[in-house]
């Protein structure tokens, strides 16, 4: 029973949710400082379960400040009052969502220590409840809309230490959350790509990479994954469909397992001098630099480490990577990576292996391979159960690795910084009245201006549909100004485009061209230029000459100067004057002679 | 059966069906409205239609405690609880905001701390620091010599607000001092995980474990956690609203630095001696007054009635308006001793410059140098009540714990 659930968060295009800094990404470091985070005792006297271990790893965490970040960033003042147009914006969403909007909103801190926060919390608070969607698949529902602050920008990792820029930190972000109800990758991408429109309906929603992230919850009747960051829609469906495999091959293995009778030995081997004169090239960096190999009895896991379509292996190293832990080897993958057949079986004879046990060995400093060790356990004793619950981060190949526990339930207190507030009825009322039209809607209106479907689809994904509307009703030609819109970019004048255009200036041909340049960066006008319909001056004299035949016969040669006006009136400049003055007084000459 | 916060509950609104938590009114919470945590964690405002009973709320749960043991080879360090943010924690089930942790709880989710030091924790009083009064730091001085019995150094966490001025109560108090004693506040209350309740704690026990016979405070040296700062007690100020850095010895370089295991002294410091004495008298009849243009001379007549002395804040090198120079004149003539010190706060006040200055000199007022204003006031009280009144005032602007330095350097 395939479950999945989707959590959408959008940056919205305003103020930071907590101070009166601007909302956007900076590359200029003006100072840095460096803290660390504890975790403290949760509500239930009880500490975190994936704050214990992001303190396990006994980072500092180093904070770059840039321009837009002041002292609320920096966790040195307290934070600011709620930003009341974020607030608006997420009403809306959640409005266009059928939500029910809370009476009165209270601001919670939701218990971070991974350093993303500086406070070692997000801010965050639930605003509406029991909203849905239709989608093709048919409903989904939309439990919970939250608005909270974004995290600061992980700039880079360093050994003890990691980087991170308080740039981001603070800005808006809209959280909607569905329930698990649908059952494949391809339904999720859908109510993934509807949800974006509406979102971006409110044209107050930041545009651009990493604006917008997409979790993804999957479950297939046991256990619970998440997989964070999937952002790329059509990168969903491989994601989720190779999530649901995972599953499925992480419960065969646990009853193979249970039919073996298997268990996780505790005992940890020293394993050190069956490899001192190894051809292993890691293991023997880890030992020059007085590291140890330490092991792991795995009694009835043979086969199911890396054997067909398992890969238990993998499992044990994705989550001992995350402690910065490389060098683990277990027993389906030997001997290879320069470990002999002889070695395997010292190692085997040591801790007394049967024909289904198999074992792990870590190559590391002791203390840190201890830790590691302590982590294979924890995980392959999960495996005896199925799938465990974990957050997992999605992969260019539609994988995805082992990011860190789920975090628990118990992280979350109020933000006694920050006073409740009321969201009147009547408030609520004209929020209703403001709604943007559902994409559902806008796309009619475009297709009634005169393009296809999929074009409108478009504009209204980029959100460039407003501005498609006002430049049809001006200047007409929908599908070629749709076209013009997908395919040029932001900051351009489309106005001052269009308008030449209806001017003669240059064919319907040139426009792509003369987009794609003044994209580039060339000037508009000068462009332009270069695209002029070319213009036939004899004929224009010769109809001029036609029409001004009684202002010849009366006034011979003294015609030339009105009628030189009248045809450099046509041309708007854009034939030489010289040259139309020494035609017209040709064909005038030949005129009156 | 009454329903009451910490129930599980079901509540009918406009809005649905909910259950949840009922959490305890917010201050600013518009009446019709009850919050509930939902088991999501999320706190929500509501208007109930209906509120129905699930299930009564438990017995918050006791926090496990391991009950700690004595180290041999540890010294035994005292902390004395008084309350603040340091001290201060969330009831995560009610969500309400207590101010005070126990001293134990303190130092229970400190663990290091035990690697330190054997801790003898007590509470002595739990007030918010805006609070503080000068008859608790008499309590407080005495709690102070009886610990001074049995441990090597006193920790009193405290809030920061008047941190400063019990600093400098104390360091009045006790001419001489058989281990220090430690002030240590927090900026971040220690339910957050960037608390710097933490590092400061840890610093002061390791200050409390020195060979220092002084009063002390231990705070963060810059917004980094990277290092922590020793002030004196008599030079310390808080000087920002918020920053973890906001302590500065003013006029003073400060003591010295705690940096991981490290404890750095940058300059002297009073050694321990073999016993506390104890001074613990306290005049209270003593006014700190801030001058500021518009000052009238009846608003400052009022101020120094009945009072036995006053510190001025004074303009600058320290002056205050021509027009109540009378009022000080009187107030002196009548028994009254002035000191004068600067609202500028670095530097040293000189009423020999400007005319003003020596008129001020001539109807008695004594300069106070370079001490701050706050600890020109806490040491008046302190002399007048332990000294006669000409005693008090010869001693006023004599140095006697550090509160006065007679020479200040370009470079600090």
Redesign the interface.
């Known amino acids: 029973m395939v479950k999945c659930g989707l959590e959408i968060h959008q940056q919205l295009n305003t103020k930071k949710l907590f101070c009166d800094c601007d909302s956007e990404l900076s590359d200029e470091v003006l100072y840095t400082?460096?803290?660390?985070?504890?975790?403290?005792?949760?509500?239930?006297?009880e500490i975190d379960k994936a704050?214990l271990e992001e303190s396990m790893k006994k980072r500092?965490f180093v904070y770059q400040v840039t321009p837009n970040s002041c002292?609320v960033e920096?966790?040195?003042?307290?934070p600011h009052q709620l930003n009341r147009n974020a607030l608006e914006i997420a009403l809306k969403v959640a409005l266009m969502l059928h939500a029910?909007?809370?009476?009165?909103?209270?601001v919670?801190?939701?218990?971070v220590?991974d350093g993303s926060n500086?406070?070692?919390?997000q801010r965050?608070?639930?605003i509406a409840?029991?909203g849905y969607l239709d989608t093709s698949f048919g409903r989904v529902r939309i439990p919970?809309i939250?608005l909270e602050e974004e995290a600061a920008r992980k700039i880079e990792e360093k050994e003890g230490a990691v980087v991170y820029r308080l740039d981001r930190l603070g800005i808006p972000l809209i959280e909607i959350s569905t329930s698990p109800d649908m059952k494949s990758g391809e339904e999720v991408k859908e109510v993934a790509e509807r949800i974006g429109y509406i979102l971006r309906a409110t044209k107050r929603v930041r545009r651009g990479v990493g604006t917008i992230r997409q979790d993804i919850n999957i479950s297939t009747g046991q256990g619970r994954v998440e997989i964070k960051g999937a952002s790329r829609l059509n990168m969903i469906p491989r994601w989720v469909n190779n999530e649901i495999e995972r599953q499925e091959m992480l419960k065969e293995i646990a009853e193979i397992l249970k039919k073996r009778d298997a268990k996780v030995d505790e005992r940890i081997y020293e394993l050190t001098d069956i490899f001192r004169e190894t051809n292993s090239k890691i293991i023997k960096n880890v030992l020059r630099k007085g590291g140890k190999v330490l092991g792991l009895k795995l009694v009835g896991f043979k086969g199911v480490l890396k054997q067909g379509k398992y890969r238990l292996g993998r499992e044990l190293a994705e989550n001992v990577r995350v402690l910065g832990v490389k060098g683990l080897f277990h027993g389906d993958e030997l001997p290879a990576y320069g470990i002999s057949q002889d070695e395997v079986e010292r190692v085997k004879e040591l801790m007394h292996l049967s024909k289904d046990d198999s074992f792990v060995l870590i190559a590391e400093k002791e203390e840190r391979a201890r830790i590691a060790l302590q982590k294979v356990i924890e995980r392959a004793k999960k495996a005896l159960l199925g799938v465990p619950d974990e957050t997992r981060a999605p992969k260019d190949d539609g994988t995805t690795t082992y990011l860190r526990p789920l975090p628990g339930?118990?992280?979350?207190?109020?933000e006694?910084d920050i006073?409740?507030i009321?969201i009147e009825e009547e408030y609520v009322e004209r929020l209703k009245k403001e709604l943007p039209p559902m994409p559902e809607e806008r796309l009619e209106k475009l297709v009634s201006l005169g393009i296809n479907r999929e074009l409108g689809w478009q504009l209204i994904r980029e959100g460039n549909d407003d501005l498609f509307e006002e430049l049809v009703k001006k200047y007409g030609y929908p599908t070629l100004v749709a076209r013009a819109l997908i395919n040029g970019c932001e900051g351009i004048d489309y106005h001052r485009i269009f308008h030449l255009f209806s001017q003669g200036k240059f064919s319907k041909e040139a426009i792509d061209e003369i987009i794609a340049r003044v994209c580039n960066g060339e000037e508009l006008e000068s462009v332009v230029l270069q695209f002029q319909k070319t213009v036939d001056v004899d004929k224009l004299i010769e109809k001029i000459i036609e029409e001004k035949r009684e202002l010849i016969e009366e006034r011979g040669m003294h015609a030339f100067k009105p009628l030189m006006g009248l045809v450099m009136k046509e041309l708007r400049g854009r034939v030489d004057g010289k040259i139309v003055s020494e035609k017209l007084k040709k064909k005038l000459e030949e005129l009156i002679s | 059966m009454e329903i009451e916060p910490g129930d599980y509950v079901e509540v009918k609104s406009e809005k649905g069906i909910f259950r949840g938590i009922l959490m305890p009114r917010h201050e600013f919470s518009d009446e019709k409205i009850v919050i509930l945590k939902l088991d999501n964690g999320y706190n929500i405002g509501l208007v109930p239609q209906e509120i129905k009973l699930i299930r009564k709320g438990g017995e918050r749960k006791k926090r496990e405690r391991k009950a700690s043991r004595k180290k041999d080879g540890l010294p035994w360090i005292s902390v004395i609880g008084t309350g603040g943010t340091i001290a201060s924690y969330v009831d995560y089930k009610t969500g309400a905001v207590h101010p005070a942790l126990t001293a134990e709880d303190l130092v229970f989710s400190v663990p290091e701390i035990e690697d330190e030091a054997n801790i003898r924790a007590s509470i002595l009083f739990n007030i918010l620091s805006e609070d503080m009064k000068p008859e608790y730091w008499v309590k407080l001085a005495r709690k102070v010599k009886e610990e001074l019995k049995k441990s090597e150094g006193v920790v009193i966490p405290h809030g920061t607000d008047t941190m400063g001025y019990s600093s400098a109560a104390l360091s009045f108090m006790f001419p001489s001092l058989s281990g220090p004693v430690v002030f240590v506040g927090a900026q971040r209350s220690s339910d957050r995980p960037s608390s710097d309740a933490y590092m400061n704690l840890i610093s002061a026990v390791k200050v409390a474990k020195s060979d220092m016979g002084e009063v002390t405070v231990v705070m963060h040296g810059t917004t980094s956690d990277d290092h922590c700062v020793i002030h004196r007690g008599t030079r310390v100020r808080k000087m920002h609203t918020s920053r973890r850095d906001a302590f500065k010895s003013v006029n003073s370089q400060p003591l010295g630095m705690v940096k991981g295991d490290d404890v750095v002294f940058y300059q002297d410091y009073k050694r321990k001696s073999e016993e506390t004495i104890l001074q613990d008298k306290m005049d209270e009849k003593v006014a700190l007054i801030y001058y500021y243009p518009g000052l009238r001379e009846e608003m400052l007549e009022k101020m120094l009635e009945g009072m036995h002395g006053a510190i001025i804040m004074g303009t600058g090198l320290g002056h205050v308006g021509n027009h109540v120079i009378p009022v000080l004149k009187e107030f002196i003539r009548d028994g009254g001793i002035v000191g004068m010190s600067s609202q500028c706060l670095y530097g040293r006040v000189n009423l020999n410059v400007y005319s003003t200055g020596r008129k001020l000199r001539k109807i008695g007022i004594v300069p106070l140098e370079d001490m701050l204003p706050e600890t020109a006031y806490i040491k008046l009280m302190w002399l007048l009540g332990n000294y006669e009144r000409e005693g008090a005032e010869k001693l006023l602007a004599k140095d006697l714990r550090g509160e006065i330095s007679p020479r200040r350097m370009i470079t600090w």
Do not use: N, W
């Not at chain 1, 920096?74 to 307290?78: H, K, L, V, W």
């Not at chain 1, 029910?100 to 209270?106: M, R, W």
């Not at chain 1, 919670?108 to 218990?111: L, Y």
């Not at chain 1, 500086?118 to 919390?121: A, E, K, P």
């Open positions: 400082f460096e803290r660390v985070l504890r975790p403290t005792q949760s509500e239930l006297g704050a500092r002292l920096a966790d040195e003042e307290p029910k909007i809370v009476d009165e909103i209270h919670m801190r939701k218990i220590i500086t406070s070692g919390f965050t608070t639930l409840v029991d919970t939250c339930e118990a992280r979350m207190y109020p006694t006073p409740p009321k």
